[in-house]
């Protein structure tokens, strides 16, 4: 085995999961999906640090699992939500867009409903997006030219671009280099590509294990992203680095590249003793705040909870619903959970029945503010070990 990124054969373990889903979002309440537990085993390189799932599970049982079931929010149908991660990209995309107009052709791959074609076609004389989930249907009533399908070596568009955009996409997908030759053969010749993806390098660091899932096969840092296009014939010239990467390339020759320091690749060697401290201890924290009941409810819906709960082997039969303020997942649940997925104010009918609220999501402080104003009595735990008495 070789790394993709580096082709260096040498790999450390970095950490493993006994028990994960493979599908870690809600489905329908009366969908027959049989649940598909797996090992989830994470290795490294020694050389590039690129982070891969080992082994992978097979392409077609995924793929088919997330047709079926995978959904955002689609910002262009939900006017209330403001997606962030998009809103940052386009704050710091589109001014350059806006001052290099000799641009007239925008394709985006993996684009879901459309929304950053929608704010950024107007700098455009063409745009084009594809998209495999419902997300397309969605884009082409917001008159999108968008089209429901992956992007691969059998649809490749015949139009030649000027940007291309994909977002999200390259860590799911199973050969990257493949992908990247099929990118280069609808490049005009002073094409730009705009790729972001989640820095895992930023989760390793700061001991975070959220974005460790079936779906993520191949987990970039920025030096094993550029070394990849790289060997394209392709350069990074823009980019910006924080919790995701987002990087410019365009074809040219190659430069050089800044080699890992010690301070990152000790936070790789010690990253399975810190999380093996923080589950024990989030185990200990709600083993300690157990009271009448021994059950409680987990507040958000997201890959979030999930993670949390089968990356910490949180036991599943405590767990009496999960809460979530979003309308989408009415009569949904979880694989591997019997109750339905409930709006925040049935939770007064439940109050002798749980014995404290988890949060699980990055906007814990609005929930948390949310749970006062409904008044409900309870305990509140934020993780990694904050418990607060509302
Ligand atoms: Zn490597």
Known sequence: MNCICCNSNKFKNLVKFKKFPYLNTSVPIKSKVKEKFDQLNYLYCKNCYHIMIDPRPKASKLNSLYESFYSYVSPLANKNISPTRDNNFLLFVEPWI?????????????????YILSKLKKHFKYHEGYDPSNGAKIGKKFGLNIKKKFFDSNTIPKAKFDIIISRHVIEHIYNPRKFIKNILSIMNEEAVIIIETPNFEYFIENSKTECFSFQHVSCFNYFSLVNLFMKFGLIPFKKKINENLIIFFRKGNSTKLNLHNNKNIYSYINYKKKYINQKKNILNLISNNFDKTKKFLVWGAGGYAIS????????????????????????????????????????????????FILIASMYHNDILNQIKRLRIPTKVIILPSKVIQV
């Open 98 to 114: 806006k001052k290099n107009k000799r641009y007239s052709k925008v394709f985006e791959i993996g684009c879901f409903d459309g």
């Open 308 to 355: 949390l709960i089968y990356h910490f082997n949180i036991d599943v039969n405590k767990v009496l619903f999960f809460i979530d303020n979003n309308k989408n997942n009415k009569n949904k649940k979880f694989i591997g959970f019997n109750s339905e997925i409930k709006l925040p104010n049935s939770i007064s009918n439940y109050l002798n029945n749980f014995d």
